[in-house]
Nanobody
Framework: QVQLVESGGALVQAGGSLRLSCAVSGRMFSNYVVAWFRQAPGKDREFVAAIRWTGTNTYYRDSVKGRFTISRDNDNHMVHLQMDSLRPEDTAGYYC???????????????????WGQGTQVTVSS
């Protein structure tokens, strides 16, 4: 069993920055993947970024490449999402998900994730 708790969401002006954190507890194996998804009202949950629990590979949706950075702190069991140059269209509830996945093509669908946090709200004003 894996537990996830997100924090760091806030109201910020366009162009600003936020750092989201996901505290991970429970037993994590090397081929676990931790990802950030987001969901705006009336829209599907969409992939933002992912990182394996071990290794250095990271994965991003095109619209956040160069603006968002996902990182992992294994010692403190945390996964962070540094978000820079925020835009109003980044406004959403942000959710941390974890799953035992091996093929990168499976990282992008929220349906493949077994564990979720409660979410944290990010609002970007124009």
């Amino acid at each position: 069993q894996v537990q996830l708790v997100e924090s760091g969401g806030a109201l910020v002006q366009a162009g600003g920055s936020l750092r989201l954190s996901c505290a991970v507890s429970g037993r994590m194996f090397s081929n676990y993947v931790v990802a950030w998804f987001r969901q705006a009202p009336g829209k599907d949950r969409e992939f933002v970024a992912a990182i394996r629990w071990t290794g250095t590979n990271t994965y991003y949706r095109d619209s956040v490449k160069g603006r968002f950075t996902i990182s992992r702190d294994n010692d403190n069991h945390m996964v962070h999402l540094q978000m820079d140059s925020l835009r109003p269209e980044d406004t959403a509830g942000y959710y941390c998900g974890a799953a035992l996945l091996s093929r990168p093509e499976t990282f992008y669908s929220w349906k493949n994730y077994a564990y979720w946090g409660q979410g944290t709200q990010v609002t970007v004003s124009s």
